[in-house]
């Protein structure tokens, strides 16, 4: 099995930050996503001129808050253990007013340098900031959200610190990095999750308090022991370096060489085992940024894990610092166990990528692995990298509750269910941190449950019973938004039914089952988009295969997951099934596509027609299957990938390029793709038909009039892929 997962990269001053997914374990088991643990963050005037480089913890906010136009701005970050330094995108930069300027400073806080930053996909170059005020508190204490106001008592700051700025392309959120971070005791509670809205996008993140360091596990007793490498980098307050030479004697702290960085991590001891092999006492890097847990290729060979010869279970494509990387392998671990005095946490089936990434603590070398946040769905944890030092107390650690959630099973055998009976439950209706399970529970026959009003749970989990006639459907009805804090699961013999409402999760995945209807998925939490990844399901947009799924975030189908179309007319949404994405799309797998009776008979499609079955902000990859239904003779499906869009469209045979004509360019495309898509008979027919040529009849517009605009001034090039089917079936 192929799929598709897309796994943010961040940022060390040697590299890392985040990804999400879930795996053939459905549900019960290890997701890939983990938690994203987002944090309100604030900016203030408050550095040193004194030659003291150093970074200050500070508990009371006592500079001027920074904005634009001198209005206090505040913004939402990640808060990632794997990156040596905090980070600002240039978004960010302006709305904090940064490159305002202010008595004395012409140029604001804006520096000189840059840095080079490097993740598992590259590296890219930022700007490095003159030092400030980063004061950073858990979003359970803002004041607003919309816009987004924090509660100054809930901020704890770190002055005299310099942060970066990525460039405009970058996809990286802020991040809050190690070297605030190491200054505190950070406790994250997911028994508070935190859901609200935020610039129209939905942020999920478990609560967060900053503590002294030291502060122990807050009743929490599990503590598995943290490693500081190298202990030396945790010894001193983290601290920037002067610009060499200095410019001005008087201002020491313009246009630093270097930001406030830690060279070094937080790591955890863990036991794998697979397939009968063992790695035992392995030191793997803590990272809360990255949601999904990671191997190097050597600590999978030793796991009997060949990412050369062995199939993956899943790919993943990896968006960095430096870009797309695709087709990362992703292999599911008998067991993953993290050490901890109290008792350790075992977790089994555990899913995992296989990807080097530069160690932290030793830059030239390669990490053994990464412990991501999917280990930890569910807990409360404080993490307390207090450097023991002779001190006594605790060495530093990381603290670990049972979990906080907990299973509400559907229990009802009635055919037709309504989701708020208390009675249907095994533990009453699920609330926020509930685990609501809809499994078919009759003998015999298929089930319904529907959802008629707006609620929030935990997770989602559908699936139906072993046979296709036990099926599980489950509805939303319109004008009404399921929200959970972390996943929906559509596993086999599911089918999820959009009625007009809305899907509103981190993640959403189909393993097995359908996802259809017409309604909006919203995914992924604040400034970090989500996923609806069709693992081994089918998507359909529409009802009876007429209407539209919108998706605001990423749509990956993978090489078992089929995208069903249905066709009655060639308007897109009235009369054909359309998915539309918010976010780029990757495509492998099935595309099957049916012919639709909206009243008048089953549609014909004519010579020129278009269907625009799919647009996105970006089309990755083909379609491997076509399921096409069968057309005269003089007709052919042709199935034409735009940067932006799939069109299905109704040609000449020979007409490879899918441009109504068929001439020389359809011969070149012929030979790029023959031994594969086409064959020597295809060659026969293009030579037939060479010459000939219609008018589309149903032209599809391209997927905004300014980028038809930009087109006509020569601003943008669009590349065109195409491939199609080689039958009139």
């Not at 799919?614 to 083909?622: F, Q």
Request: net charge negative.
């Amino acid at each position: 099995m192929k799929c598709f997962h897309f796994l943010r990269v961040g940022v060390v001053v040697c590299a890392l930050v985040a990804a999400l997914g879930v795996g053939r374990a459905f549900a019960t088991g290890v997701p890939i996503g983990g938690f994203l643990p987002m944090v309100g963050i604030g900016l203030t005037d408050e550095f040193l001129d004194d030659f003291n480089t150093a970074a200050i913890p500070s508990t009371t906010l006592t500079g001027t808050l920074l904005g634009a136009g001198g209005q206090p701005f505040y913004d939402v970050a990640l808060l990632d253990t794997g990156a040596a330094v905090s980070l600002l995108t240039n978004q960010a930069f302006d709305d904090f007013g940064l490159g305002d300027p202010s008595p004395g400073e012409t140029d604001g806080y804006r520096g000189t340098e840059v840095i080079q930053i490097g993740g598992a996909t590259g590296t890219l170059e930022a700007e490095i900031n003159d030092p400030l005020g980063l004061y950073v508190g858990g979003l359970q204490g803002r004041a607003s959200a919309n816009p987004l106001v924090m509660n100054h008592a809930a901020l704890q700051g770190q002055t005299n610190t310099s942060t970066i700025t990525l460039p405009a392309e970058s996809e990286l959120p802020n991040v809050v990095g190690l070297s605030y971070a190491s200054q505190y005791a950070t406790y994250i509670r997911s028994d508070q999750p935190q859901i609200f809205t935020l610039d129209g996008k939905t942020v999920r993140t478990p609560s967060i308090e900053f503590l002294p360091l030291g502060s122990g596990g807050q009743g929490i007793t599990r503590r598995a022991p943290l490693s500081l490498n190298p202990s030396s980098s945790f010894q001193q307050p983290p601290a920037y370096l002067f610009h060499i030479p200095i410019d001005d004697i008087d201002n020491p702290q313009e246009n630093p060489s270097l930001p406030t960085v830690i060279q070094g991590g937080l790591f955890l001891n863990v036991n794998l085992a697979n397939n009968g092999a063992n790695l035992n006492n392995s030191s793997f890097f803590f990272d809360t940024g990255a949601d999904v847990s990671v191997l190097s290729e050597f600590s999978a060979l030793q796991l009997g894990i060949d990412v050369t010869l062995d199939e993956p279970d899943f790919t993943v494509a990896v968006i960095g610092s430096g870009g797309a990387k695709a087709d990362v392998p992703g292999y599911y671990l008998d067991q993953f166990t993290i050490q901890a005095i109290g008792g350790s946490v075992v977790a089994n089936n555990v899913p995992v990528i296989v990807l080097d990434v530069a160690d932290p603590s030793n830059p030239a070398n390669i990490v053994p692995g990464i412990v991501g946040t999917n280990l930890l769905a569910g807990r409360n944890v404080v993490i307390d990298p207090k450097p023991s030092l002779g001190g006594g107390g605790a060495s530093p650690s990381l603290y670990i509750s049972d979990p906080v959630t907990t299973q509400h099973n559907w229990t009802s055998t009635d055919q037709l269910g309504n989701w708020p009976a208390g009675s249907s439950w095994s533990a009453g209706v699920p609330g926020t941190l509930g685990i609501a399970n809809v499994r078919h529970t009759l003998p015999q026959n298929a089930q319904s449950v529907t959802l008629d009003a707006s609620t929030t749970v935990w997770e989602l989990n559908v699936s139906g019973a072993s046979t296709s006639s036990r099926i599980m459907k489950f509805s939303v009805l319109s004008g009404v938004t399921l929200t959970t804090f972390a996943g929906i699961n559509i596993e086999p013999f599911a089918i999820v039914t959009l009625q007009g409402g809305s899907l509103d999760a981190q993640y959403v995945e189909i393993l097995g089952g359908t996802l259809t209807g017409n309604g909006n998925i919203f995914t992924g939490s604040g400034p970090i988009a989500g996923q609806v990844e069709n693992r081994s399901g089918t998507v359909a947009p529409g009802i009876v295969g007429v209407g539209t799924l919108d998706i605001s975030g990423r749509f990956a189908n993978g090489s078992d997951g089929t995208l069903s179309i249905g066709i009655g007319g060639t308007m897109a949404g009235a009369q054909h099934g359309q998915l539309v994405i918010d976010g780029p799309a990757t495509l492998d797998g099935i595309l099957k596509v049916h012919l639709s009776n909206l009243g008048g008979g089953t549609f014909v499609p004519n010579l020129g027609n278009a269907f625009s079955i799919l647009t996105a902000t970006e089309v990755g990859g083909e379609f491997s299957t076509l399921n096409l239904p069968t057309l005269a003779a003089d007709k052919m499906w042709q199935v034409t990938y735009d940067v932006t869009a799939v069109l299905l469209k109704v040609t000449i045979p020979g007409d490879f390029d899918g441009d109504f004509t068929v001439d020389g360019d359809d011969l070149t495309v012929w030979r790029e793709d023959f031994g594969g898509i086409y064959s020597g008979a295809d060659f026969l027919t293009w030579q037939r038909n060479l010459g000939m040529s219609i008018a589309p009849i149903a032209a599809v517009p391209e997927p905004s009039a300014l980028a038809l605009g930009a087109i006509a001034l020569g601003g943008i090039a669009l590349r065109r892929r195409s491939s199609g089917s080689l039958s009139r079936g």
